[in-house]
Nanobody, 113 residues
Framework: VQLQASGGGLVQAGGSLRLSCVASGSNFNFMGWHRQAPGKQRELVALITSGGDTNYADSVKGRFTISRDNAKRTVYLQMNSLKPEDTATYYC??????????WGQGTQVTVSS
């Protein structure tokens, strides 16, 4: 299984970006995004289950929206009202219960003040 992430970039504070992650496999129990800023631990940003239930980090609630298109094997992260503290490398991941998690390559998001 391979996960291909895209959509990162440089944006001013208050702007928006949409990240996409395409999986080569399917039937994941859930998919989501983590991020890691320099000098900080990787943290969960958002996840979505196969049934569409979502969970968000408190720091992004109300600003970020995760969605998935199972037919396209793609998970999206719509990021609005971006803040400089959202600057990080964002990693998509996918989980099938009982096997090791799958991780994509990171995509850089930089928010300028």
């Amino acid at each position: 299984v391979q996960l291909q992430a895209s959509g990162g970039g440089l944006v001013q504070a208050g702007g928006s970006l949409r990240l996409s992650c395409v999986a080569s496999g399917s039937n994941f129990n859930f998919m989501g995004w983590h991020r890691q800023a320099p000098g900080k631990q990787r943290e969960l940003v958002a996840l979505i289950t196969s049934g569409g239930d979502t969970n968000y980090a408190d720091s992004v609630k109300g600003r970020f929206t995760i969605s998935r298109d199972n037919a396209k094997r793609t998970v999206y992260l719509q990021m609005n009202s971006l803040k400089p503290e959202d600057t990080a490398t964002y990693y998509c991941y996918a989980v099938k219960i009982g096997v090791p998690d799958y991780w994509g390559q990171g995509t850089q998001v930089t928010v300028s003040s």
